[in-house]
């Protein structure tokens, strides 16, 4: 069964202080690894697609990267408009469904 | 900026009764989805809608549950006769043919309170 594991549950950081976010998956036939982000209340808003191991996405103070069985979401120098959920999820050969993680919720404090 | 419009934004029903809830996708695609998220859990895929016909569902999209598209704008889901399970946030999202079917446009979602 597909998994796809998030961590930390919930990160809470000092605005500049930049981290990095953990997702992990088991698919084997991975189509795309996608990360989202999500504010209270509302839908899932698209960031990444990440397609194999080795490469990276950038926007703005946040950049993707993907290895065989995890992707990471680095977050530099954060500010408090960055105080979001991110969600990861893939999808496997042949699906059209994303199987998510269950995110990991930011809060930057200024 | 085009973006997916669900309707109504929160629905109270009682446990039996038949909900409908509508979203219009963006016009120029051509993908349709259905997700849920129930209070504090994850978002879990329902069931995609491509060229008039589902081409894919979970486990969770059973009979109870109907999709479709009455016109050219509209996409449904129905729930024959709901269960108090049934409360979550739902989210209508549609993508464009050709872009990667991970690469989805959510709308703000139905809250379906069943009581």
């Known amino acids: 069964e597909d998994q796809v594991t998030q961590s930390p549950e919930a990160l809470r950081l000092q605005e500049g202080e930049s981290s990095s976010l953990n997702c992990s998956y088991t698919?084997?036939?991975?189509?795309?690894l996608f990360w989202y982000r999500q504010d209270p209340g509302k839908g899932p808003e698209f960031l990444f697609t990440?397609?194999?191991a080795g490469e990276e996405k950038e926007k703005e103070r946040l950049k993707a990267t993907l290895t065989k069985k995890e992707s990471f979401l680095h977050i530099t120098a954060p500010k408090p408009e960055d105080s979001a959920t991110y969600l990861c999820?893939?999808?496997?050969?042949?699906?059209?469904?994303?199987?998510f993680g269950s995110g990991t919720r930011l809060q930057v404090q200024p | 900026e085009p973006e997916v419009t669900q309707t109504p934004s929160h629905q109270v029903t009682q446990m039996g009764q038949e909900v409908i809830l509508r979203c219009v996708p963006i016009?120029?695609?051509?993908?349709f989805y259905w997700y849920r998220q129930i209070l504090g859990q994850k978002v879990e895929f329902l069931v995609s809608?491509?060229?008039?016909?589902?081409?894919?569902k979970s486990e969770i999209f059973d009979d109870q549950f109907s999709v479709e598209r009455p016109d050219g704008s509209n996409f449904t889901l129905k729930i024959r006769s709901t269960k108090l399970e049934d409360s979550a946030m739902y989210f209508c999202?549609?993508?464009?043919?050709?872009?990667?079917?991970?690469?989805?446009?959510f709308g703000e979602g139905s809250r379906l309170t069943v009581l």
């Open positions: 999202a549609s993508s464009e043919w050709g872009k990667s079917t991970g690469e989805l446009f």
């Open positions: 698919v084997s036939g991975l189509r795309g």
């Open positions: 990440l397609y194999s």
């Open positions: 999820a893939d999808l496997d050969t042949g699906r059209r469904a994303l199987t």
């Open positions: 016009s120029n695609h051509l993908y």
């Open positions: 809608f491509y060229n008039n016909e589902i081409s894919e």
